[in-house]
């Protein structure tokens, strides 16, 4: 995580900012290795900060080893106390994520501090996005898994799809072989359409019973990273003509141009 803080860190200079705030929860994830659902991250040049609740404290420390953990209870207060001792005067802050609300009540309690009449917060959206663009190997090495993870579920669970199974049937036996293989969550809801519901873009799996003749489109995704094929049952478990191929098709379509169904 040394090495995320300082690749932030070194944009500071084009931006002409003194730290920034993270707010977006992929990216404080990204920069300090905390999956708790709360918490900022209070990035400047002389220090990597991340603040939390009582539920997350003892997780923050365990995760993000490289950060000073800080327990608190809401609001801003946190925030002032550092801007004062620290001395910082220009913060960015994730403008793509932060809520109006939440950045109302931030420039509320800078300005009912008078020794904070010099500190500004601009707009600093896509300073960590930029650095995700280009994966180290600690994230080769995920998306790795979570490909592994999602191509075993299409082997285990794409021979055993049968006539008579629902959509909802085939869709949790996919979520439940992902993480059987390793997945900590899924990314998206799994997405099973058979027969005319296939024409349906982002069709959520229904009671529709599949019958032997229906095409199926099945998406289904790992975290950060998604496979879509379509799958076409055989007769019995141990026949699946298209098998081969579906895992060939796996690799080659993107999620944004979804294969037409032949």
Not at 212 to 229: E, G, L, N, R
Request: glycine share 8%; hydrophobic share 40%.
């Amino acid at each position: 995580m040394k090495e995320r803080v300082e690749g932030l860190v070194g944009q500071f200079e084009d931006q002409e900012l003194d730290g920034v705030l993270i707010s977006a929860p992929e990216n404080r994830r990204y920069l300090s290795g905390f999956s708790g659902s709360a918490g900022y991250l209070l990035i400047t040049k002389a220090k990597a900060i991340l603040v939390t609740d009582s539920r997350y404290t003892e997780q923050a420390n365990n995760e993000s080893p490289y950060f000073d953990v800080r327990q608190v209870r809401g609001g801003w207060g946190w925030l002032i106390d550092e801007l004062k001792d620290s001395g910082i005067k220009k913060v960015g802050f994730e403008s793509q994520d932060m809520t109006v609300a939440s950045y109302n009540s931030l420039i509320d309690a800078i300005k009912g501090d008078s020794a904070l009449g010099d500190v500004s917060f601009v707009p600093a959206p896509g300073l960590a996005e930029n650095q995700r663009i280009i994966k180290d190997q600690e994230e080769l090495k995920m998306l790795q898994l979570a490909i592994d993870a999602a191509d075993k579920a299409m082997d285990r669970v794409c021979p055993a799809i049968t006539p008579g199974m629902t959509e909802k049937e085939v869709a949790w036996k996919l979520e439940t072989a992902m993480r059987d293989f390793g997945a900590d969550t899924i990314s998206f809801d799994t997405i099973v359409a058979a027969g005319p519901n296939g024409a349906m873009a982002h069709h959520q799996p229904t009671d529709y019973v599949i019958k032997k003749s229906d095409p199926i489109v099945i998406a289904t995704w790992a975290p950060k990273w998604a496979v879509t094929a379509p799958i076409y049952p055989g007769p019995s478990r141990s026949a699946s003509p298209t098998r081969h191929s579906t895992r060939s098709t796996i690799r080659s379509w993107a999620p944004s141009s979804p294969p037409s169904i032949r």
